[in-house]
């Protein structure tokens, strides 16, 4: 196993240090909503992007980043992270700045509704409706799905829905270190448990909230790896960190995918952790590896032109 550098273990422990004990000695989500609402806001002026809206994506708040007024400029549906319960779209702000002005493609962020007040299928719905909206709104372009963490995983069931349900149709799903397996008992759920930000109390946690009928946890839309089809799905790029809980289950859904016929390229990060693309201002190789993603996402809608 790959041990942290000590510039990532510093960073690890003080992103750690900063998050509260989820699952453990704070469970009530009022609790853990002013947590984090009294946290102090980024230093610094917000990256430049042309134009910044919000808007209501037939009743799901949505955030619109335009880096310029192409026409034709493709289109990145993006969900984020946040275990289904916690992040917003001020949360992951910054994130949709640097990949609307990466790859030159408008982003549009969906604010979908969180568990526990919202559990399963709120949150895949609201994502669908999001893209159905930018696809009625901006007809012609070409579309990409993208999201972490659980926003990678309702990347992956909104591409199922988009299959299923008769479009839109998608160019590229992009996968970052995503969140798809409920049962939590892959050997990197083991290995990682503690130590590096993300831990297994915060994924039961989160799963509890967001899959409170056990039924509910081998629906395809909930557990995609071990339950969908995954065959006629757009291509995929799953980025993945050798210290998550999570490792493991990406590189199987990577697997997966091009055992259903599906193109896909992975890149995978043995020293990192959960969360190391949105701490590329902190970490020279998040900044990296965040560049290299942004850059194949980029590529594919571009390629997916012709």
């Known amino acids: 196993m790959t041990l942290?550098?000590?510039?990532?273990?510093?960073?690890?422990?003080?992103?750690a240090a900063q998050f509260p004990p989820l699952g453990t000695t704070m469970t009530d989500i009022a609790e853990v909503r002013a947590h984090f609402a009294a946290r102090p806001r980024p230093a610094g002026p917000p990256l430049p992007v042309a134009r910044v809206t919000d808007a209501d994506a037939d009743g799901v708040p949505v955030r619109v980043y335009e880096?310029?007024?192409?026409?034709?400029?493709?289109?990145?549906?993006?969900?984020?992270?946040?275990?289904f319960v916690l992040c917003d779209l001020d949360s992951h702000?910054?994130?949709?700045r640097a990949l609307a002005g990466a790859t030159g493609a408008t982003v549009v962020a969906a604010d979908y509704r969180r568990a526990p007040e919202h559990p399963f299928p709120a949150a895949p719905e609201d994502a669908y409706t999001a893209l159905r909206w930018t696809a009625r709104t901006r007809p012609g372009r070409r579309i990409a799905v993208a999201g972490d963490s659980a926003g990678a995983h309702l990347a992956t069931v909104t591409a199922l829905l988009a299959r299923d349900r008769g479009g839109p149709r998608l160019a590229f799903q992009a996968l970052y270190y995503p969140m798809l397996d409920p049962t939590r008992s892959r050997p990197s759920h083991r290995e990682n448990a503690q130590g590096y930000f993300l831990t297994a109390d915060h994924?039961?946690?989160?799963?509890?909230?967001?899959?409170p009928d056990p039924a509910d946890r081998v629906h395809p839309h909930a557990a995609p790896l071990a339950h969908a089809?995954?065959?006629?799905?757009?291509?995929?790029?799953?980025?993945?960190?050798?210290?998550?809980p999570l490792r493991d289950e990406g590189i199987a859904y990577a697997e997966a995918l091009a055992a259903a016929g599906v193109p896909v390229e992975t890149h995978h990060y043995p020293?990192?952790?959960?969360?190391?693309?949105?701490?590329?201002?902190?970490?020279?190789?998040?900044?990296?590896?965040?560049?290299t993603a942004f850059a194949v996402l980029r590529i594919a809608l571009d390629a997916s032109r012709a």
């Open 4 to 15: 942290p550098d000590p510039e990532v273990r510093a960073l690890i422990d003080l992103a």
């Open 67 to 83: 880096p310029d007024d192409r026409p034709d400029a493709p289109v990145i549906l993006f969900c984020h992270g946040g275990g």
């Open 93 to 96: 702000d910054a994130f949709c």
């Open 203 to 211: 994924l039961r946690w989160y799963w509890d909230a967001y899959l």
């Open 229 to 244: 089809d995954l065959a006629g799905l757009p291509p995929a790029h799953v980025v993945t960190a050798g210290l998550d």
């Open 271 to 291: 020293g990192m952790f959960h969360g190391f693309l949105s701490m590329a201002g902190a970490l020279p190789e998040g900044a990296a590896a965040r560049e």
